[in-house]
T-cell receptor, first 115, second 117 residues
């Protein structure tokens, strides 16, 4: 079955370190998204991609970057981790070719703690 | 710009009672509306969506929602809840296509549904 996976599921790092969170989907979806979830804020969009070599900034993109070298993967990099980036991170994908809006499928999440 | 307001952060309900989770949105363009559910320590799962057509939308697990354009609302309802419905519920809005692909979703802050035996 097609799926979307994230790794690692849990990560503890120190302030100032570079961290990369992986997202891999086997749906062959062209759209991929990264969100962060914080208590009292719901989910907020960090970055998104419409296809290979395409990336776009979301609502809370400062301090984060993404790259899309193939259809399946959209890694999220924290260039210099800060305590404010302690959060749960969700990756999602959707098939934008099948109509104006299609369901986004979410991964299980990565819990990141920055000490 | 678009936004979503979920009016209740927490809703306690007795088992087998009806429930309504409220959602209001604001947008300057046509919108597509969604309800997602998040069970403890899991990702989000789509409950239902409104794209066009009938304003009453039925979803999985017995949930339904009604799109009301004049009230800019998309409230979620279930006539009889079960213990297994205990979860976080998120309302979300999208304005659709931008630059050739689907926009990311704008989420509300979530409503924690607590089912009491």
């Amino acid at each position: 079955d097609a799926e979307i996976t994230q790794s690692p599921r849990h990560k503890i790092t120190e302030t100032g370190r570079q961290v990369t969170l992986a997202c891999h989907q086997t749906w062959n979806h062209n759209n991929m998204f990264w969100y962060r979830q914080d208590l009292g804020h719901g989910l907020r969009l960090i970055h998104y991609s419409y296809g290979v070599q395409d990336t776009n900034k979301g609502e809370v993109s400062d301090g984060y970057s993404v790259s899309r070298s193939n259809t399946e993967d959209l890694p999220l990099t924290l260039e210099s981790a800060a305590s404010s980036q302690t959060s749960v991170y969700f990756c999602a994908s959707s098939d934008g070719r099948r109509g104006p809006i299609n369901e986004q499928f979410f991964g299980p999440g990565t819990r990141l703690t920055v000490l | 710009a678009q936004s979503v307001t979920q009016l209740d952060s927490q809703v306690p309900v007795f088992e087998e009672a009806p429930v309504e989770l409220r959602c209001n949105y604001s947008s300057s363009v046509s919108v597509y509306l969604f309800w997602y559910v998040q069970y403890p320590n899991q990702g989000l799962q789509l409950l239902l969506k409104y794209l066009s057509g009938s304003t009453l939308v039925k979803g999985i697990n017995g949930f339904e929602a009604e799109f009301n354009k004049s009230q800019t609302s998309f409230h979620l309802r279930k006539p009889s809840v079960h213990i297994s419905d205990t979860a976080e519920y998120f309302c979300a809005v999208s304005s659709g296509y931008s630059g050739g692909g689907a926009d990311g979703l704008t989420f509300g802050k979530g409503t924690h549904l607590i089912i009491q035996p």
